[in-house]
């Protein structure tokens, strides 16, 4: 089995995940702010390949996304020594399979660029992928393949940790859905008002989104999405590895015209 790693850098949390060609076969969660620690990507990558029982095997390439620009040549230098050549870095300059509609293509995180390709492949068409992570993005691609844009609001552990910073009777609130939208406690008005209301919101966005493209599969992921595509009235799935699954798909795709540069 040939492994590769992806990586997908978020600005709270980053999975570092093992694949082949055909599956994700392991995923490692570590919190992104251990990047910035003495041991840095170098420690952070030998531990999490360690948990995924992958030390010391062959790695035939990898692949990164990040949203935290500070910590990228780290981690290409901490991959590059792991396997030939360089670490495919995701932008907008590399084979996407999706044509980008965006303004400015610079601008956009490798994450929605990633959350796009995976998307337009799974729904073979028109897709809106939910984001649920630090921020909430929404992620619009036409049924012919072009990456339009989207949408990018507080994600909702960002709000109710805002909310807690800046009120002081309203303490931090767990993220468990109360049964009812009108909350007889503070704590379950708090709770709806995250949860049922970060609902109302996507629903809305989606279906807004939805109009403005003619249509579309709604596809959530990101560390919420679990949480909350069930009681969404528009997502029509989850799928918590969406983001990794199109990394794997960047690297197969752009593997072919990228031959590997010798060591030093």
Do not use: C, Q
Request: glycine share 12%; no cysteine; proline share 5%.
């Amino acid at each position: 089995m040939s492994t590769r790693i992806a990586i997908d850098m978020g600005n709270t949390e980053t999975a570092v995940a093992l694949f082949d060609r055909e599956t994700i076969v392991g995923v490692r969660n570590v919190r992104t702010e251990r990047f910035a620690g003495s041991g840095g990507a170098r420690g952070l990558l030998d531990e999490a390949l360690a948990a995924l029982g992958a030390a010391g095997k062959p790695i035939e390439g990898s692949v990164v996304a990040t949203v935290v620009p500070a910590h990228l040549a780290d981690l290409v230098g901490a991959l590059s020594r792991l396997h030939e050549g360089e670490p495919l870095v995701v932008g907008p300059s590399i084979d996407l399979g999706v044509r980008i509609g965006y303004e400015r293509p610079e601008e956009l995180g490798p994450d929605r660029i990633a959350d796009a390709v995976a998307g337009f492949a799974e729904a073979k068409g028109a897709v809106i992928v939910v984001d649920l992570g630090t921020a909430t993005t929404f992620n619009a691609v036409t049924e012919d393949g072009v990456f339009l844009g989207g949408a990018i609001a507080p994600g909702i552990r960002t709000g109710a940790d805002a909310l807690a910073r800046r009120t002081a009777r309203i303490a931090r609130a767990e993220l468990v859905f109360p049964e009812r939208a009108i909350g007889t406690s503070t704590d379950e008005a708090v709770r709806s008002g995250i949860l049922w209301g970060a609902v109302a919101m996507i629903d809305g966005m989606v279906t807004r989104i939805r109009d403005e493209m003619g249509g579309g599969l709604a596809i959530a992921t990101g560390g919420l999405a679990a949480l909350v595509a069930p009681r969404s009235r528009a997502i029509d799935r989850a799928d918590p590895l969406l983001t990794l699954k199109g990394l794997k798909l960047l690297y197969e795709r752009n593997r072919s015209s990228r031959p590997p540069a010798p060591r030093a």
